[in-house]
Antibody, heavy 119, light 108 residues
Framework: QVQLQASGPGLVKPSQTLSLTCTVSRGSISSGGYYWTWIRQHPAKGLEWIGYVYNIGSTFYNPSLKNRLIISMDTSKNQFSLNLSSVTAADTAVYYC???????????WGQGTLVTVSS | EIVMTQSPATLSVSPGDRATLSCRASQSISSNLAWYQQKPGQAPRLLMYSTSTRATGIPPRFSGSGSGTEFTLTISSLQSEDFAVYYCQQYHDWPPWTFGQGTKVEIK
């Protein structure tokens, strides 16, 4: 079973860029049919789809975030990344990386990493 | 954007009893619905996709039904490990895929 692990700074200052990397093991991100996905969960709240990358660079972004968002993939490292610019406290959340089926469900999920936006 | 509404917010159930969770879409999503289970401190886990297909390793006490705008997740006989928060997710209309706000199943 493929495994995913998100990593990156746990604290980001307001107006700066949040950068996270997801390392994929026991599977290749170059394999077709999957969308490499970022989802976040605000504290004690529900889940919000951020976006995904597939086919070595094609992306779909949540319209509410797309002006600040870049998702990319590095097949040589079997990783994909999220960059969210101009962050505010509203971007404080647990960020999950996951593998999305081309149809739309998500399985499996990585463990998630808490990112706090604060000065 | 399709809005997913789950009810109730909290469901109190005794072990061994049946639990019925509801999920409503703001417009028809055909059968393009998944369910996830999330336990405290853990990532969500896929339970069900295409409304009624159990994911790998999910026991048969979990079942899903519905189509269009009304969906149900049923847990036939609650086990201790089933107390968790459950989310529905539509993947009919992008962008974006959207989730319900969750139903917490707690011990009565």
């Amino acid at each position: 079973q493929v495994q995913l692990q998100a990593s990156g700074p746990g604290l980001v200052k307001p107006s700066q860029t949040l950068s996270l990397t997801c390392t994929v093991s026991r599977g290749s991100i170059s394999s077709g049919g999957y969308y490499w996905t970022w989802i976040r969960q605000h504290p004690a709240k529900g889940l919000e789809w951020i976006g995904y990358v597939y086919n070595i660079g094609s992306t779909f972004y949540n319209p509410s975030l797309k002006n600040r968002l870049i998702i990319s993939m590095d097949t040589s490292k079997n990783q994909f990344s999220l960059n969210l610019s101009s962050v505010t406290a509203a971007d404080t959340a647990v960020y999950y990386c996951a593998r999305g089926d081309y149809v739309g469900w998500v399985d499996p999920w990585g463990q998630g990493t808490l990112v706090t936006v604060s000065s | 954007e399709i809005v997913m509404t789950q009810s109730p917010a909290t469901l109190s159930v005794s072990p061994g009893d049946r639990a019925t969770l509801s999920c409503r879409a703001s417009q028809s999503i055909s059968s393009n619905l998944a369910w996830y289970q999330q336990k405290p401190g853990q990532a969500p886990r896929l339970l069900m996709y295409s409304t009624s297909t159990r994911a790998t390793g999910i026991p048969p006490r979990f079942s899903g039904s519905g189509s269009g705008t009304e969906f149900t997740l049923t847990i036939s006989s609650l086990q201790s490990e089933d107390f968790a928060v459950y989310y529905c997710q539509q993947y009919h209309d992008w962008p974006p895929w959207t989730f319900g706000q969750g139903t917490k199943v707690e011990i009565k």
